[in-house]
C-alpha cells in the first residue's frame, strides 16, 4: 500500500476554503485516493473517492492531477464544526482487499 | 450509507478482567469487518482483519492469544481484550467493507479504559 504524507496540522476560519494536500508517490495504477474525517472520539467517515482528475460530492471536492502522485482535498467555506482530522488513504483498487492503513492525518482547526 | 454499530461505546474495568467488544452491520451482511486501535493523539492502527467463518488475520505485533476475535454470523463480529491491563486503555474501532465497491464504513467507537 502507497505511504501518503500530509501536514500535521492546519488552522482556517469560518467561511474560507481549505484545500488540505497529500502526497502519495508511489501510488499504484489500480489504486484509488480516498479521504476520511474524523471528530473526536468517534470513528472515521467517508468523505470522497477519487481515481484522477476532478471529483465532487455535497461537501467536498478532489482533485487529482495526471501524474497522480499526490491529491488535494477542498473544503469550501468551512464552518466550526469542519475542525476534525481529516485521513488521506491509498485504497488498492482491482484486489481491493479492504485493509486501510491510516497515516497521521491532518488536524483542522476552523476559527470563528 | 450503510450503518456499523459497536456496543459498549465505553467500558472501565479493573486490571486482569476480560472485555468484550460488539461490531454489528447493521443492515447489511459483511463478511469482512476490521478492527483498529487509536491512542489519544494517534492515528487508528490496523489490528486485525476478521473474516467470518474462518479465522482472523493479525497485523504484525498485535498478540492473537490477548485480543480474540470472533466472527461468527455475516453481522456480527467480537473483539475480546483477555486479561486487560492499562495499557490496553485505548479507543477501539471497527469497521466493515459493504457494497459493490467495498466501501469501508466505520464504527462509532468504543471506550476502553482499565483501571
Redesign the interface.
Known sequence: LAKTTQPISMDSYEGQEVNITCSHNNIATNDYITWYQQFPSQGPRFIIQGYKTKVTNEVASLFIPADRKSSTLSLPRVSLSDTAVYYCLVVMGASNTGKLIFGQGTTLQVKP | ?AV?S?HPSRVICKSGTSVKIECRSLDFQAT?M?W?RQFPKQ????MA?SNEGSKATYEQGVEKDKFLINHASLTLSTLTVTSAHPEDSS?Y?C?A?AGEN????????T?LTVL
Not at chain 2, 492515528?43 to 490496523?46: D, P
Not at chain 2, 467495498?102 to 467507537?109: H, I, R, T, W, Y
Request: aromatic share 20%; net charge neutral; glycine share 12%.
Open positions: 450509507g456499523v459497536q469482512t476490521f483498529y492515528s487508528l492502527m490496523l482483519t479507543f474501532i469497521s467493507l467495498n466501501e469501508q464504513f466505520f464504527g462509532p467507537g471506550r
